[in-house]
Antibody
Framework: QVQLQESGPGLVKPSQTLSLTCTVSGGSISSGGYYWSWVRQHPGKGLEWVGYISYTGSTYYNPSLKSRVTISVDTSKNQFSLSLNSVTAADTAVYYCASRQDYQLLFDYWGQGTLVTVSS | DIQMTQSPSTLSASVGDRVTITCRASHNISSWLAWYQQKPEKAPKLLIYKASSLESGVPSRFSGSGSGTEFTLTISSLQPDDFATYYC????????FGQGTKLEIK
């Protein structure tokens, strides 16, 4: 059973870069069929897909965030990471890492979520 | 971009009721639609994928239907554990979520 765990700073200053890591356990991040994704949820609001890195290493980002987002993978650590630059208060959200081994962009494995607050 | 619109935004119902939530896509997404349940402070849980396929372990009172641009999630007989927020998600192109439907106790 794959398990995901987010880690990273809970507080980021405006204009700086938000960096989060998702550690994958119970399976290999290089296994076929996975789209390793980040999903965020603004406080009291709905879900927003941020982007993914696939098992082939290809990336795809939400167009509304594309200019500021990078998702990368470290296969040696079985981790993937999110970097979001030039953050503002509007980026304050719970960030989830999520995936499913189905060659489709849907999610049955989720991390517990981590709240990132953008504030000076 | 594909937009997903759920209705209603809030639904009040009682234990034992049959409820239906609708999700409409701005473009044809075939059957590439999933439904999730989310409880406060928890990660979402996948209920339905490919519009009508029940995820393993999900009670059979949950069902999904539809194709193209209009989809429904039906709970045949509400249980106390079902009061939560429900989201649809299209995965035909990227992964857009609906805005959510909060299912409340009447």
């Amino acid at each position: 059973q794959v398990q995901l765990q987010e880690s990273g700073p809970g507080l980021v200053k405006p204009s700086q870069t938000l960096s989060l890591t998702c550690t994958v356990s119970g399976g290999s991040i290089s296994s076929g069929g996975y789209y390793w994704s980040w999903v965020r949820q603004h406080p009291g609001k709905g879900l927003e897909w941020v982007g993914y890195i696939s098992y082939t290493g290809s990336t795809y980002y939400n167009p509304s965030l594309k200019s500021r987002v990078t998702i990368s993978v470290d296969t040696s650590k079985n981790q993937f990471s999110l970097s979001l630059n030039s953050v503002t208060a509007a980026d304050t959200a719970v960030y989830y890492c999520a995936s499913r081994q189905d060659y489709q962009l849907l999610f049955d494995y989720w991390g517990q979520g981590t709240l990132v607050t953008v504030s000076s | 971009d594909i937009q997903m619109t759920q209705s209603p935004s809030t639904l009040s119902a009682s234990v034992g009721d049959r409820v239906t939530i609708t999700c409409r896509a701005s473009h044809n997404i075939s059957s590439w639609l999933a439904w999730y349940q989310q409880k406060p402070e928890k990660a979402p849980k996948l209920l339905i994928y490919k519009a009508s396929s029940l995820e393993s372990g999900v009670p059979s009172r949950f069902s999904g239907s539809g194709s193209g641009t209009e989809f429904t999630l039906t709970i045949s007989s509400l249980q106390p554990d079902d009061f939560a927020t429900y989201y649809c998600q299209q995965y035909n192109r990227m992964g857009t979520f609906g805005q959510g439907t909060k299912l409340e106790i009447k």
